[in-house]
């Protein structure tokens, strides 16, 4: 198969790794005298866009929505690498690196974790972004990630994890590549135990916190931060919908709870968040408060229901109860999912938006590393100059390894 990549063909590449993959239907690991040597996948084809929406906005859009490709090592069970490029989103998408971290690992139960990478905070943030459930994580999650912690975080972070608990603190600067806030300051922790764990019944419940104490700050402007996200779905023909635009700011923080129930093939999870903002509008001293939450409901119809990882605290995808590499029993591992979700920024003279959306999804995996999603979206936002509500659908292609 030949196929010519340029700039911005997502598709084109994707369909060059999915032949590829096929083919050997197995992803080889290199072992070298003890050092392993992983290569890491995670590509996805996202299509779709609204049905219905007024305002009326663009309609389909097709687009590489994450292109992250690169390989973990793991050198004699001490020390793991991390090294990791992400060529999206394409078409136009500000190409950066995605992970670039070094982890010891060589004592029993801890990590200490420094470079570019995902510090712990939120139990849907610290789902892979592959094994998440729906195509796009909950506004109020990325919301509150995005302000301290999320991807491509320049971050050092200490960590313990068994198999009933999980606690990590971290201190965090800005992002990789383009960008504003590298000179950002902040604190991040995670508190996640299991006070039921059996064969059947597992409960997850944990606690989350950020704080910045050093806003970024562009050359000798004064810092500011700005809270904004797209509407659960992004075939990158949208504005983001939910938007403070940029506040003059001297502190702020985010803090929640999250909890998880699975019992045999069904999962519910959820979270709630408050964030708090220390402006300086109008010269003046103001506490904002803006707030959100979400549940969902998963239930894998064939295959092993998701397992709770102790390094995350987060649950994985769904996976084969056979030892089947392709089609699980027959057709493959399927999962059907609801979700609802709420995110106010609304507080004082600032009008971001009040954003509620329900979803409706269905995953397929019909081999271990590929994943089909078709994803159903209603949503409204309203308390803003310009009220909106939609229609949209959503269908992703993925590989990841």
């Avoid at 490709?69 to 500000?94: C, S, T």
């Avoid at 109860?321 to 493959?332: A, E, I, M, T």
Wanted: hydrophobic share 35%.
């Amino acid at each position: 198969m030949s196929c010519r990549l340029q700039a911005g063909s997502a598709f084109c590449a994707v369909v060059l790794l999915y032949a590829g993959t096929t083919r050997a239907q197995s992803v080889p690991t290199i072992d070298l005298h003890g050092v392993t040597i992983k290569p890491y996948a995670t590509d996805q084809l996202d299509v779709g866009g609204f049905a219905n929406a007024s305002p009326t906005r663009p309609g389909t859009g097709a687009r590489g929505a994450r292109m992250r490709n690169g390989v973990r090592l793991n050198i004699h069970k001490q020390v793991e690498i991390g090294a990791i490029w992400d060529f999206g989103p394409a078409p136009a998408g500000p190409m950066r690196l995605f992970e670039g971290q070094v982890s010891y690992v060589g004592l029993r139960h801890f990590v200490f974790t420094a470079g570019i990478f995902k510090p712990s905070f939120g139990l849907e943030s610290m789902q892979a972004q592959g094994d998440t459930v729906f195509i796009e994580r909950s506004s109020i999650s990325t919301l509150t990630r995005n302000l301290a912690t999320g991807i491509e975080r320049q971050a050092v972070q200490a960590e313990t994890y068994g198999k009933r608990y999980h606690f990590a603190l971290s201190a965090t600067a800005g992002t990789a590549g383009p960008g504003e806030n590298g000179n950002q300051r902040a604190m991040a922790f995670r508190l996640v135990g299991l006070p039921v764990r059996t064969r059947s019944v597992l409960l997850h419940v944990g606690f989350s916190g950020e704080w910045v104490f050093r806003p970024a700050s562009a050359g000798n402007a004064a810092p500011v931060l700005s809270l904004s996200d797209n509407p659960e779905i992004n075939p990158g023909t949208v504005s983001k919908y939910l938007n403070t635009g940029k506040i003059l700011s001297d502190s702020a923080g985010a803090f929640g709870v999250e909890t998880a129930v699975s019992w045999k093939k069904l999962l519910f999870q959820g979270e709630a968040y408050d964030i708090v903002l220390n402006s300086r509008i109008n010269n003046g001293n103001q506490r904002l408060r803006f707030h959100g939450w979400y549940g969902q409901l998963g239930y894998t119809i064939n295959g092993r229901q998701r397992e709770w990882k102790g390094r995350t605290a987060a649950f994985s995808s769904p996976s084969c109860d056979r030892k089947q590499s392709v089609l699980c029993n027959g057709y493959g591992v399927l999962e059907i999912a609801a979700r609802y979700s709420q995110a106010d920024l609304e507080s004082g003279p600032i009008h971001g938006g009040d954003q509620q959306t329900g979803s409706l999804a269905v995953n397929w995996w019909p081999t271990g590393i590929i994943r089909t999603t078709v994803q159903y979206e209603y949503g409204q936002v309203t308390r803003t100059p310009s009220a909106e509500h939609f229609h949209a659908i959503m269908s992703m292609f993925q590989i990841k390894f």
